[in-house]
């Protein structure tokens, strides 16, 4: 009876001292990739312990087009279930109207964060989203076999054809009869529009849509760009990159059977794990260029936290927000998910140097990164990257040549876009 | 006189009782069947757009058919009856519909065959030949996609043991492929329920027309042809009619399986990329529609046709 009575007055203290905290449940939304989840249930462990309130996982699928659509629905039915969203880079500007403005709430520190990453969050003035990490892709290469058969490090497209073809060749002569020589994302889905807008811009070709809204995509440079990636289909790529996204990729080559990679700096992390195959073995340097005199592109990507405007608790979920993007927590994503941070400080880390040093050497990356259009085509982006994928996709895999494709990409992109974006 | 009007007050309590009964059932019906669908035929009326729906404006037939004069007496058709992508969608279904419904037909019915003899262990053979119909669509799609993938999958590596091809092939990806693989997949998983279904045929036929059958010596082909079949028929009409059904909105299967092209894109899969991925909620709607009434309308004339059959067999 005694014993009862105690834990009756236990609880009713527990109880009370949660009212008086004010703990709330919170839950926070994204697609996790690679080691994502498991980093953020420590960090969300931390915040519990400091603040008392719970924090949940919703975990969504891997594709950024999948989640997308999962969100818009949550918030066009004002759903309170979710209070902080992890949002793609080129979300901000379509569900803008349905976030609460960070502006003023992190008006002390914004002035910290990569000034390109808080640009792409601003719709009109608001701050949608506080950026989370960056992604600037980088071309994955194997060095022990770049070593064996003393070949360079590509810097054009054309020398990275050439070297995969050549050690593709030789390793399978030696009996290695699953390697290839260059893996991406070559799905229809929102990763093909980044991986082909890189080879098109680094070709000279321009963006799929220009910041100012017109479109120039229809070009010779384009169409040579698109007709070198139509080379890779079947000869140093397996023909199944048509229906391979991040993690795919990735598996084939942390399985050690891919010479080269184009893949997110996330799975810097996880190929230099410790069970993995290619440990020690592997390097990351910039994306090839298309030609003598052109630039590297690197397609600007990165989640970033939105806090809905349905939340029930926006005032603790914005403190999770700033909790999750301060300088502790960013130095231990970048150290352990290998993604590029958002604040300027932590890319002069030491112990980030120390444990992942390409973090340092990508903030000229990161800085100088290809944004997709979806400021200049607003509402249509999702159709537009939809139209372009397609387009190269179809490329891709022998239905129409580049130049056919993109002047019916060319056509559409008009037909869409109307008298305005 | 009395009586008529007493026959007449007792039948009149017995309507209203029989819909008194029947009005929860036809509410919840009304409710959960009824609005969304007239929801849906309305929005493919107006601008709607996901997050805005309050806001939908009265436009017409604009998302079906437009035209835009572009005013050099030159112009355009737009909307859905003048999109390409729409009408592959609308290919792509029937094809993948007429191919696999034929197939889980023929194999379903060989396998009903076999089922109706008797062995032993029967019951066991029955209940494991249901397995692929048991397991959730998304769970075998995704189950099947990694058997199909072209580096890891468990379908490459035993062809090529086989020596049957050289290369792995990627099922899924390759254009010429895709359809195929999808076709595998959903035959593999909803033959059993075609199976079930004629089995069920089978068992309400006589035993004894087979016993007069063997007394007159008929062969064993002719029996089938002349006896079985016609007797099975209806259940197998049934059968044919429940899977198209199910096959003409088919969705799952191809969105976990194939990349997203004109290939493999179904009529389900083009009305949500227009409802959710595209700022498109209208035009997705007015295709939902459409594909109701497509739906709609090959079932009722699969149905009238296929009764003038049975009745002429009889």
């Keep these: 009876m005694k014993h009862i009575g105690k834990f009756t007055a236990a609880l009713a203290a527990a109880t009370m001292l949660s009212l008086s905290a004010g703990a709330t ?277 990165g989640w970033h936290l939105g806090v809905s405007k349905y939340s029930e608790h926006p005032e603790e979920a914005i403190e999770l927000v700033r909790f999750l993007n301060n300088y502790d927590n960013q130095k231990e994503r970048a150290i352990e998910t290998s993604r590029p941070p958002t604040l300027n400080a932590v890319y002069a880390d030491a112990d980030v140097a120390a444990e992942q040093e390409f973090i340092p050497l990508w903030k000229p990356v990161v800085d100088n990164a290809l944004p997709r259009p979806s400021a200049a085509t607003k509402r249509k982006y999702n159709e537009v990257s939809s139209e372009f994928w397609t387009a190269v996709h179809n490329t891709l895999s022998g239905d129409g040549s580049a130049k056919q494709n993109l002047a019916k990409l060319e056509a559409k992109l008009k037909r869409l876009k109307g008298n305005s974006w | 006189m009395t009586t008529r009007t007493a026959i007449s007050t007792l039948s009149r309590q017995r309507i209203l009782s029989a819909w008194l009964f029947l009005a929860p059932m036809l509410v919840v019906l009304a409710a959960v069947a009824l609005y969304p669908l007239a929801r849906t035929i309305y929005f493919g009326f107006t601008d709607a757009s996901i997050d805005f729906t309050s806001e939908a404006q009265w436009i017409g037939f604009r998302n079906y058919l437009e035209y835009l004069d572009y005013g050099d007496g030159e112009g355009e058709y737009f909307g859905l009856l003048a999109d390409e992508g729409w009408w592959s969608a609308v290919w792509n279904t029937l094809r ?56 890891f999958g468990i379908l490459n590596d035993m062809l090529i043991r086989l020596h049957l091809i050289s290369d792995p092939i990627a099922w899924t990806a390759s254009p010429d492929t895709a359809m195929i693989a999808v076709m595998m997949v959903d035959i593999w998983k909803t033959t059993p329920f075609m199976a079930l279904l004629i089995l069920a045929g089978l068992q309400m036929v006589p035993a004894d027309i087979y016993e007069a059958a063997k007394l007159d010596g008929v062969n064993p082909v002719r029996l089938f042809r002349k006896v079985t079949l016609p007797l099975i028929m209806p259940a197998v009409l049934v059968a044919v009619v429940f899977r198209a059904l199910d096959a003409l909105r088919v969705f799952d299967i191809v969105y976990v399986l194939t990349p997203n092209n004109d290939r493999t894109r179904t009529m389900s899969v083009f009305a949500r990329e227009n409802l959710f991925d595209f700022d498109k909620f209208a035009y997705g709607s007015a295709a939902s529609t459409l594909l109701f009434l497509i739906v709609a309308l090959l079932t009722i004339s699969f149905i009238y046709a296929t009764r003038m059959n049975v009745e002429a067999d009889e």
């Design chain 1, 25 to 301: 449940d919170l839950a926070i939304v994204h697609g996790a990739i690679g080691k994502d989840n498991e980093v953020l249930r420590k960090e969300l462990d931390r915040f519990e312990e400091q603040t008392g309130h719970k924090v949940e996982i919703v975990s969504m699928p891997e594709s950024t087009t999948d989640q997308f659509s999962q969100y818009k629905l949550w918030l066009a039915a004002k759903s309170t279930d979710i209070d902080v969203y992890r949002i793609d880079v080129i979300g901000a500007a379509q569900i803008a109207d349905h976030f609460v403005d960070l502006k003023e709430a992190y008006a002390d520190i914004i002035d910290d964060y990569v000034p390109a990453a808080v640009e792409s969050q601003m719709v009109d003035g608001k701050l949608v989203a506080l950026p989370m990490f960056l992604g600037a892709p980088a071309l994955y290469y194997r060095k022990d076999l770049l070593d064996k058969y003393g070949e360079e490090v590509p810097a054009t497209w054309q020398e990275m054809t050439a070297t995969a073809q050549k050690i593709m060749d030789a390793e399978r002569e030696a009996g290695n009869g699953d390697m290839w020589g260059f893996v991406f994302q070559g799905a229809a889905y929102e990763g093909l529009t980044c991986n082909a807008q890189e080879w098109i811009a680094s070709f000279g070709g321009g963006r799929i849509v220009e910041a100012d809204g017109s479109i120039g995509i229809n070009n010779d440079k384009a169409a040579e760009a698109l007709d070198l990636a139509k080379s890779w289909i079947g000869t140093i790529a397996p023909e199944g990159v048509l229906n391979y996204k991040e993690e795919d990729a990735r598996g084939v080559f942390q399985s050690g059977n891919a010479v080269f990679m184009r893949n997110w700096n996330y799975a810097y992390a996880l190929a230099a794990g410790d069970d993995s195959p290619v440990k020690g073995k592997f390097a990351v340097t910039t994306l090839p260029v298309g030609a003598e005199g052109e630039k590297s592109a690197a397609t600007l990507g």
């Design chain 2, 96 to 151: 993948f519909t007429v191919t696999s419904v034929f197939f889980e037909t023929v194999f379903g019915l060989v396998i009903a065959l076999v089922l109706n003899t008797s062995f032993k262990g029967r019951a066991l053979v029955r209940a494991a030949v249901l397995i692929p119909w048991a397991i959730p669509t998304i769970v075998s799609a995704k189950m099947w996609a990694w058997m199909m993938h072209d580096q």
